[in-house]
């Protein structure tokens, strides 16, 4: 069994800055990679940003530039620093991560979901 527990949403007006975490717990053999993914109301889920175990990193064009994706890979936890937000950066994001639970289980978890408001 394998959680994800995001945190770090919420109301920020334009211009702002938030961070989001997520950590991963449970029988975890290793990880992939692990990302962000969004959905706005009324829009298809889309891919944020998204980092490999090998350290390779792919964005949204939307959020090049603004967004970094980093890992701590002691502790399972992906963050994203989210830096000038605007109004179409809200959403629910998610967290996502593609892991084996053991040498030869893969298994592709989301977390629950965490809403970030961008407004004034």
């Known amino acids: 069994q394998v959680q994800l527990v995001e945190s770090g949403g919420g109301l920020v007006q334009p211009g702002g800055s938030l961070r989001l975490s997520c950590a991963a717990f449970g029988i975890i053999f290793s990880i992939n990679a692990m990302g962000w993914y969004r959905q706005a109301p009324g829009k298809e889920r889309e891919l944020v940003a998204r980092l490999t175990s090998g350290g390779s990193t792919n964005y949204a064009d939307s959020v090049k530039g603004r967004f970094t994706i980093s890992r701590d890979n002691a502790k399972n936890t992906v963050y994203l620093q989210m830096n000038s937000l605007k109004s179409e950066d809200t959403a629910v994001y998610y967290c996502?991560?593609?892991?084996?639970?053991?040498?030869?289980?893969?298994?592709?978890?989301w977390g629950q979901g965490t809403l970030v408001t961008v407004s004034s």
């Open positions: 996502n991560a593609g892991l084996m639970t053991t040498a030869s289980r893969y298994i592709n978890a």
